[in-house]
């Protein structure tokens, strides 16, 4: 029903900014809670954020002041404008689809993923 693409991923310094996109193809991303989780090597995948079909946005405590969601409703693409960044931010980060609620920080509450974009966030 929904594909989902992220970008924007690279390699950054400590203290640097990067925003990521996710363009969401199908039905229109309006249709949808959009979150956005990370995972690293060897560990389980972590939420991140997410923003409501009215835009209401939540953020896990590890990024909040730092990173903000947003959404362009026309362009059917969410965006994840991380700031201050640290090492511990390095991770693939995914976004994702759910029609309804959950339990948002289950990776199992949400339908729809993205392949992934890597971070990196060196000292």
């Known amino acids: 029903q929904v594909q989902l693409v992220e970008s924007g991923g690279g390699s950054v310094q400590a203290g640097g900014s990067l925003r990521l996109s996710c363009a969401a193809s199908g039905r229109t991303s309006s249709s949808y809670h959009m979150g956005w989780f990370r995972q690293a090597p060897g560990k389980e995948r972590e939420f991140v954020g997410y923003?409501?079909?009215?835009?209401?946005?939540y953020y896990a405590d590890s990024v909040k002041g730092r990173f903000t969601i947003s959404r362009d409703n026309a362009k059917n693409t969410v965006y994840l404008q991380m700031n201050s960044l640290k090492p511990e931010d390095t991770a693939v980060y995914y976004c994702?689809?759910?029609?309804?609620?959950?339990?948002?920080?289950?990776?199992?509450?949400?339908?729809?993923w993205g392949q992934g974009t890597q971070v990196t966030v060196s000292s």
């Open positions: 923003i409501s079909r009215s835009g209401a946005t």
């Open positions: 994702a689809a759910e029609a309804g609620l959950g339990v948002i920080y289950r990776p199992q509450s949400w339908d729809y």
